[in-house]
């Protein structure tokens, strides 16, 4: 099937950057120690803070310096290409293969994550394990629900930056509104601190937003914060945002390919 092939070249052409594989590790790593030692400060303080001892509030730190680059909490991932695709007009190629284009990056961006998982993720969760006494699981069950729900934190982080790239159709420069949803995303994954944090109604409103289901229910799936009908609340909750943000990147595709224009010529 064609978009396995898609998502396999995708890993591949990731996998040439070495070098900056190497430096995204390194940069990892140190980031996971200087937040890591914020929160034990924190937790010191707050033995119980939203919930999580400290065992599970480094875990968390772990997890998202893990998830960092494959859930591209902080950048438009692959997806800044097909930004600059629509800015140049290539994208007019795109839309005459004979394949669909959000399926096309959908698989794209999926083999990019897989080796951004692999090659930016184990090493800093294995470093912070081995220094720090993490929260992880001793059995196989609650590793594959968690990959799992990285899967499905996966595709909405897509569904979501799709979104922002398919905006450049209509605005001269989609690179303003890429930081805003980066920054919306960083916030509101729980990647500064995680939503069971915030207080009274705005973290209960920060749990529905779909950027909690990038970050936030993966980690607590590992954790130990989900079980049993928890967990399967969490994972509906990620494919029903997942769903809904793919649906309306297609109506917003179809309304952007029905009359292009081509910046520039």
């Known amino acids: 099937m064609w978009c396995v092939a898609v998502a396999a070249g995708s890993f591949r052409r990731y996998a040439t950057y070495r070098v900056a594989t190497v430096a995204g590790v390194f940069t990892n790593t140190v980031f996971g120690f200087i937040v890591a030692y914020a929160y034990l400060a924190l937790w010191?303080?707050?033995?119980?803070?939203?919930?999580?001892?400290?065992?599970?509030?480094?875990?968390?730190?772990?997890?998202?310096?893990?998830?960092?680059?494959?859930?591209?909490?902080?950048?438009?991932?692959?997806?800044?290409?097909?930004?600059?695709?629509?800015?140049?007009?290539?994208?007019?190629?795109?839309?005459?293969?004979p394949a669909d284009l959000q399926l096309w990056w959908l698989a794209a961006d999926?083999?990019?994550?897989?080796?951004?998982?692999?090659?930016?993720?184990?090493?800093?969760?294995?470093?912070?394990?081995?220094?720090?006494?993490?929260?992880?699981?001793?059995?196989?069950?609650?590793?594959?629900?968690?990959?799992?729900?990285?899967?499905?934190?996966?595709?909405?982080?897509?569904?979501?930056?799709?979104?922002?790239?398919?905006?450049?159709?209509?605005?001269?420069?989609?690179?303003?509104?890429?930081?805003?949803?980066?920054?919306?995303?960083?916030?509101?994954?729980?990647?500064?601190?995680?939503?069971?944090?915030?207080?009274?109604?705005?973290?209960?409103?920060a749990q529905l937003l779909p950027w909690a289901a990038i970050l936030q229910v993966p980690a607590d799936v590992l954790v130990g914060a989900r079980g049993g009908d928890g967990l399967v609340r969490g994972l509906v909750f990620q494919a029903a945002w997942g769903a809904a943000l793919l649906a309306l990147g297609r109506l917003a595709q179809s309304a952007a390919t029905r009359k292009v224009v081509v910046q520039g010529g």
């Open 44 to 97: 010191a303080e707050r033995p119980h803070l939203g919930g999580y001892d400290r065992a599970q509030a480094l875990t968390f730190v772990w997890i998202a310096q893990a998830l960092l680059a494959a859930s591209a909490l902080m950048s438009g991932g692959g997806l800044d290409e097909l930004q600059e695709r629509i800015r140049t007009g290539d994208v007019a190629v795109d839309l005459y293969r």
């Open 110 to 205: 999926l083999g990019r994550a897989a080796l951004q998982l692999i090659g930016r993720g184990v090493v800093p969760l294995t470093v912070g394990a081995l220094v720090f006494p993490l929260a992880l699981p001793g059995d196989a069950a609650t590793w594959g629900w968690f990959l799992l729900s990285v899967l499905l934190g996966v595709v909405v982080s897509f569904a979501l930056r799709y979104l922002v790239a398919l905006a450049s159709f209509w605005l001269l420069d989609g690179s303003g509104l890429s930081l805003i949803s980066g920054l919306a995303c960083m916030f509101f994954s729980g990647m500064v601190l995680p939503l069971r944090v915030f207080p009274g109604g705005f973290g209960e409103v």
